[in-house]
């Protein structure tokens, strides 16, 4: 009788873990999207190792950095440093600039994020 509560209770603690995980993954993918759509959407100029490029075009070096290195992304946090933050290869920070408006753009997505978390 005590085996069998014991296997029950292993099966519901690993079920509600399953369920967290899933909830937890799906949550920061929602968070990823919401990122993406949000640079998509930007009237922004992205500078990247010195270059300006329109949204259009960050969009798409993030999403292939994204691709890159989404087996090692955890988080949006994580997202944002792995795929939006800096160059790989000069190790120099990625800009946006909005409305005359220069920053990195790791803070310019790390403020959009927190936004969207506090609209939730």
């Known amino acids: 009788m005590k085996f069998k509560f014991t296997m029950l209770l292993g099966g519901l603690l690993l079920l509600v873990v399953a369920s967290n995980a899933h909830a937890t993954t799906e949550t920061m993918q929602k968070e990823i999207n919401h990122l993406l759509s949000f640079i998509e959407q930007s009237s922004c100029t992205f500078v990247r190792n010195g270059d300006e490029h329109s949204a259009k075009d960050a969009l798409k070096h993030i999403k292939r950095k ?25 190790g120099k920070f990625y800009y946006v600039s909005c409305d005359g408006d220069k920053q990195k753009s790791q803070d310019w997505l790390l403020e959009e994020l927190n936004q969207y978390r506090g609209s939730k």
């Open 66 to 90: 994204y691709d890159h290195y989404e087996d090692d992304i955890d988080s949006a946090e994580k997202f944002i440093e792995l795929s939006a933050t800096k160059s790989t290869m000069s």
